[in-house]
């Protein structure tokens, strides 16, 4: 691993150095006539909002756009004057912005990685409220489903597992510390702007667990006056649904928020039931021009019967069901403190108490009841710097403090008999992380290079270091990219500690990954991607 971490610690400073060198001989050069192409950061935090809440269908890109075909564009759009020239003005095409890629805000069409984002205005025009249902379109993804609505939900990304596929909600990581993954039955579309894909690896910028990708579930920000929702639906097998949702702003306050309820029978004659309850808000305060107070909250109740957990001798058991409950509390404080640096503080609370209770029947007569609290608070803290047109640097520094407590109690009554199993795990893991994105040869080639620096409580240090290039040729609409990156996961408390199977000396699971592609667009009308990895 020492030589990839070399290579990531000499690609970001070269990419930090060659494009200072550029914008210093740009600098001495005389200033050229005509329109200057705008940084690429230009307008992006003012124009992120409308662009991001007025996205439709999926979109995917694997490689960056052309940096140097926006010049262009933006001489044409501006030249193109009503009244003195006859041509009609030309449709320039939407744009869409993205954070989790590279944890800087930029337009879709610039990341180095293969990106994914389903929009709110697909989301509701296809009517889909699970989570899980929203990544079913998305290539590369697959989602597991175990039984009916409520069953356990995971996903897989290229082939990994879902404990090796990094789960957020407004760039929280809700992945369980128990098992290392996160269970999607239960999370609903509600008030969600966009959902933001990764395939690949994700170590760099994230740690433990990004080793398969991403998926970052964002809630949308309030505009506008005050709007009011209610949709209701009903079917066979006592199923409904309820949905309640806001959204507005006023003076420097920006809302929005939604609560909903579903439940049904199911399609089993017994013990198929589920019920889900979920509340999801967040408030934009701009405190100053400059400063910007946000909170997300949601919560999620849910009840869904388990027809499978004992049924050795019957098809059903007629018993047994979990109930679970989900919150999660994130503060988030934006501070720009010139055009160039801007900061950004969170602090997070995140809770999954899980229980089980399955009662004596005649072909079962044993009882068992179990209950998994899980808890993980942490706090991140980044600065952005733009250099100009050429260079971003991003640092950042990662907090985690994850605690699960497992308790399990089983009574047979033939023979009598009790037993009762406990386990407690608790660990931290801080993290120190530098990103360097530049464009080369006059926005040909766009270069990022980046490497984290993980300090486990229990599993020592983790290096990943990460890099992309892509090349794009707008001549011919074609996009080229490769990528390296190097990620970890550390064992869940299952893993570690669970009577009868947990295994207290295993390591953190090791991976790199190359990734390389190539992108051939067609207008806005359709594109090609191809993808070795």
């Given amino acids: 691993m020492k030589r990839p971490v070399a290579v990531g610690f000499f690609l970001t400073f070269v990419i930090f150095g060659f494009s200072l060198s550029l914008r210093a001989a740009r600098a001495q050069a005389p200033a050229a006539t005509g329109s200057a192409a705008p940084a690429p950061d230009a307008g992006i935090s003012g124009a992120t909002r409308s662009a991001a809440g007025t996205q439709s269908g999926t979109q995917s890109v694997a490689?960056?756009?052309?940096?140097?075909?926006?010049?262009?564009?933006?001489?044409?759009?501006?030249?193109?004057?009503?009244?003195?020239?006859?041509?009609?003005?030309?449709?320039?095409?939407?744009?869409?912005?993205?954070?989790?890629?590279?944890?800087?805000?930029?337009?879709?069409?610039?990341?180095?990685?293969?990106?994914?984002?389903?929009?709110?205005?697909?989301?509701?025009?296809?009517?889909?409220?699970?989570?899980?249902?929203?990544?079913?379109?998305?290539?590369?993804?697959?989602?597991?489903?175990?039984?009916?609505?409520?069953?356990?939900?995971?996903?897989?990304?290229?082939?990994?597992?879902?404990?090796?596929?990094?789960?957020?909600?407004?760039?929280?990581?809700?992945?369980?510390?128990?098992?290392?993954?996160?269970?999607?039955?239960?999370?609903?579309?509600?008030?969600?702007?966009?959902?933001?894909?990764?395939?690949?690896?994700?170590?760099?910028?994230?740690?433990?667990?990004?080793?398969?990708?991403?998926?970052?579930?964002?809630?949308?920000?309030?505009?506008?006056?005050?709007?009011?929702?209610?949709?209701?639906?009903?079917?066979?097998?006592?199923?409904?649904?309820?949905?309640?949702?806001?959204?507005?702003?006023?003076?420097?306050?920006?809302?929005?928020?939604?609560?909903?309820?579903?439940?049904?029978?199911?399609?089993?004659?017994?013990?198929?039931?589920?019920?889900?309850?979920?509340?999801?808000?967040?408030?934009?305060?701009?405190?100053?021009?400059?400063?910007?107070?946000?909170?997300?909250?949601?919560?999620?109740?849910?009840?869904?019967?388990l027809a499978s957990f004992s049924n050795y001798l019957t098809p059903v058991d007629p018993n047994a069901h979990q109930r679970s409950e989900f919150m999660l509390y994130n503060g988030v404080v934006t501070h720009e403190f010139s055009d160039r640096l801007e900061g950004r503080i969170s602090v997070f609370f995140v809770r999954n108490d899980l229980r089980i209770n399955d009662t004596p029947f005649p072909a079962n007569p044993n009882f068992e009841r179990d209950r998994i609290p899980d808890e993980t608070r942490g706090t991140n803290m980044e600065l952005h710097y733009r250099w100009g047109e050429e260079i971003r640097s991003l640092v950042g520094f990662d907090f985690k403090d994850r605690w699960v407590r497992s308790a399990h109690l089983f009574d047979t009554t033939i023979p009598p008999s009790q037993s009762f199993t406990a386990f407690h795990g608790r660990r931290q893991d801080y993290a120190g992380y530098l990103e360097q994105e530049g464009r080369l040869l006059n926005g040909l080639l766009l270069v990022t290079g980046g490497v984290r620096v993980d300090g486990d409580s229990d599993f020592g240090t983790e290096v990943s270091p990460s890099w992309t290039v892509a090349m794009p040729l707008a001549r011919w609409g074609v996009t080229l990219r490769g990528s390296y990156s190097e990620g970890f996961r550390a064992p869940s408390f299952n893993e570690l500690f669970f009577p009868d199977f947990g295994n207290p000396d295993l390591r953190p699971e090791i991976s790199s990954e190359y990734d390389g592609g190539i992108t051939k667009t067609f207008g806005e009308a359709a594109s090609f991607t191809a993808t070795y990895f």
């Avoid at 290229?158 to 957020?168: D, F, P, V």
């Avoid at 039931?273 to 405190?287: G, I, P, V, W």
């Fill in 63 to 305: 490689a960056t756009a052309a940096h140097s075909t926006a010049s262009p564009l933006a001489a044409q759009a501006k030249s193109a004057k009503p009244g003195k020239s006859g041509k009609p003005h030309r449709k320039l095409p939407r744009m869409v912005f993205v954070v989790t890629p590279t944890q800087m805000e930029q337009p879709l069409d610039t990341v180095g990685t293969t990106t994914t984002v389903v929009g709110a205005q697909q989301i509701q025009q296809q009517q889909i409220h699970a989570s899980g249902d929203v990544l079913r379109q998305v290539p590369g993804v697959e989602v597991n489903q175990s039984g009916a609505p409520g069953a356990e939900t995971d996903i897989s990304i290229r082939g990994s597992s879902a404990a090796q596929t990094l789960i957020l909600i407004d760039g929280v990581d809700v992945d369980s510390g128990a098992t290392g993954g996160f269970d999607l039955a239960n999370l609903t579309s509600d008030d969600l702007d966009r959902v933001e894909v990764v395939r690949g690896a994700g170590g760099s910028l994230y740690g433990s667990s990004a080793i398969g990708g991403v998926v970052n579930f964002i809630t949308r920000e309030g505009s506008g006056p005050l709007k009011l929702s209610y949709d209701g639906e009903g079917g066979d097998r006592a199923t409904q649904r309820q949905e309640l949702s806001f959204d507005g702003a006023d003076g420097r306050l920006a809302y929005s928020g939604a609560l909903s309820y579903f439940s049904t029978t199911g399609f089993r004659p017994r013990n198929a039931s589920f019920d889900d309850l979920s509340a999801t808000s967040r408030l934009d305060y701009h405190l100053t021009p400059d400063t910007k107070l946000t909170g997300f909250a949601r919560y999620i109740r849910s009840n869904v019967s």
